[in-house]
């Protein structure tokens, strides 16, 4: 007889599986079956809704931008509850104080503003002037270019004034007043939205708390709302500073080689640089322009735009990387989609909204967790079915082991 145990004696056959029972597999079939109908339901509602934006601008696109603003005037807001004011006061003096530096930026950019496209047709030939030893130098471009020029020359001085003869809106109500009643409408919705998420914010965020029915769902929440409103604010206070202060050196230099308006410039390149890659490049060729506007020498012409890039390069790879870290860092890709669909459904305004949208999501997503988003939800794995059960030999080593 061998001392060795034989291989059935080592590895005895386990006894057969049971049978699931049939409440089992109806439970199993049930959670296939919502998964697969969630899943639907979720892939048609991706494919629609960048439609549904696209043709209800007009109700989401105010929407959006005040929840957004909101957001942003979260801590002022509560700031302002800490020193013991009421909320509906503390949500009056964020929204007028917003409104007051909104009027006072545009008015800044505007009026100038209009006064350089009215004196656009009038610059032609001088553009032209500027731009013809560039154009002799890149003999290839060169019927391109006086194609695009004739474009601009063959628009009659005398109809210019015509066109923007009407005085330029000297405020944020002048020019919602000049615009379409719907602009009126949906910026007073928009002030409404604000308002009222402001006033209603320590409530409405104590009852998404209070609303769940466990401890963990609880903490969950309250953690996902102070991530949302930290990362929001955080990003664009801390961006919004930068900006006006690119702007302001931006202006600075100008004014010091003698470029008209420089505060309207640098308004302008605060303003563009808030979208991401596309906005510095726009500042950078509009200033170009107006230097061509305004300059006899093409390199001359060309300064003020040369001064705005370097002041962007530097910005944008010392100052705003060591400012902002590590904890709202974006990947480029994610930005790129992100502007290219926002810019595609809301145009500029769009773009604007790129950047904050896109934290706010990623910040639900990383604390919601990607796996099951549907369980943070609902506070049930409702896209995650029940585990089998084990195998009676596999339990009996488990309950020994315990």
């Keep these: 007889m061998s001392e060795f145990p034989s291989p059935e004696e080592r590895h005895p056959p386990l006894p057969p599986m049971?049978?699931?029972?049939?409440?089992?597999?109806?439970?199993?079939?049930?959670?296939?079956?919502?998964?697969?109908?969630?899943?639907?339901?979720?892939?048609?509602?991706?494919?629609?809704?960048?439609?549904?934006?696209?043709?209800?601008?007009?109700?989401?696109l105010p929407l959006t931008a005040a929840i957004v603003i909101a957001i942003a005037l979260v801590p002022a807001l509560e700031w302002l509850e800490r020193r013991g004011l009421p909320a509906a006061l503390s949500a009056f003096i964020c929204v007028i104080v917003f409104l007051a530096v909104a009027n006072a930026a545009l008015a800044s950019i505007v009026v100038p503003a209009w006064q350089w496209v009215r004196l656009l047709p009038e610059r032609i030939e001088q553009i032209q002037s500027n731009v013809k030893?560039?154009?002799?130098?890149?003999?290839?471009?060169?019927?391109?270019?006086?194609?695009?020029?004739?474009?601009?020359?063959?628009?009659?001085a005398r109809e210019a004034p015509t066109a923007v003869s009407a005085q330029p809106p000297t405020g944020l109500l002048?020019?919602?007043?000049?615009?379409?009643?719907?602009?009126?409408?949906?910026?007073?919705?928009?002030?409404?939205?604000?308002?009222?998420?402001?006033?209603?914010?320590?409530?409405?965020?104590?009852?998404?708390?209070?609303?769940r029915t466990s401890f963990g769902g609880a903490l969950a929440t309250a953690r996902v709302i102070q991530d949302v409103v930290d990362d929001t604010s955080a990003y664009l206070?801390?961006?919004?500073?930068?900006?006006?202060?690119?702007?302001?050196?931006?202006?600075?230099?100008?004014?010091?080689?003698?470029?008209?308006?420089?505060?309207?410039?640098?308004?302008?390149?605060?303003?563009?640089?808030?979208?991401?890659?596309?906005?510095?490049?726009?500042?950078?060729?509009?200033?170009?322009?107006?230097?061509?506007?305004?300059?006899?020498?093409?390199?001359?012409?060309?300064?003020?735009?040369?001064?705005?890039?370097?002041?962007?390069?530097?910005?944008?790879?010392a100052i705003t990387p060591f400012v902002v870290g590590h904890r709202l860092t974006i990947s480029p890709i994610l930005i790129l989609v992100s502007l290219s669909f926002w810019g595609w459904v809301w145009g500029t305004t769009g773009a604007l909204l790129a950047v904050p949208l896109l934290i706010i999501f990623q910040t639900i997503l990383n604390a919601a967790g990607k796996p099951d988003i549907a369980g943070f939800l609902f506070e049930h794995g409702t896209l995650v079915s029940r585990p089998a059960p084990r195998h009676p030999a596999f339990r009996k080593k488990d309950d020994e082991a315990s």
């Design 237 to 317: 206070g801390t961006i919004t500073i930068i900006n006006v202060a690119l702007g302001l050196i931006v202006a600075g230099a100008l004014y010091l080689i003698g470029m008209p308006t420089p505060l309207m410039w640098g308004g302008i390149v605060t303003l563009l640089n808030y979208i991401p890659y596309f906005g510095p490049v726009i500042a950078a060729a509009l200033l170009a322009l107006g230097g061509l506007m305004t300059y006899d020498q093409l390199w001359w012409a060309l300064l003020p735009s040369l001064i705005m890039v370097g002041a962007h390069l530097v910005e944008a790879n």
């Design 18 to 60: 049971p049978e699931p029972s049939p409440e089992h597999v109806e439970e199993l079939r049930r959670d296939r079956l919502l998964a697969a109908l969630t899943l639907m339901g979720g892939v048609g509602l991706f494919l629609a809704l960048p439609f549904a934006l696209k043709a209800g601008s007009e109700f989401f």
């Design 133 to 156: 030893p560039l154009i002799d130098f890149y003999s290839n471009a060169e019927r391109f270019v006086n194609r695009t020029i004739e474009n601009f020359a063959a628009v009659p």
């Design 174 to 211: 002048d020019l919602v007043g000049t615009s379409a009643p719907s602009a009126l409408i949906e910026m007073f919705f928009a002030i409404l939205v604000i308002y009222f998420f402001l006033s209603g914010w320590t409530r409405l965020r104590r009852a998404a708390i209070t609303s």
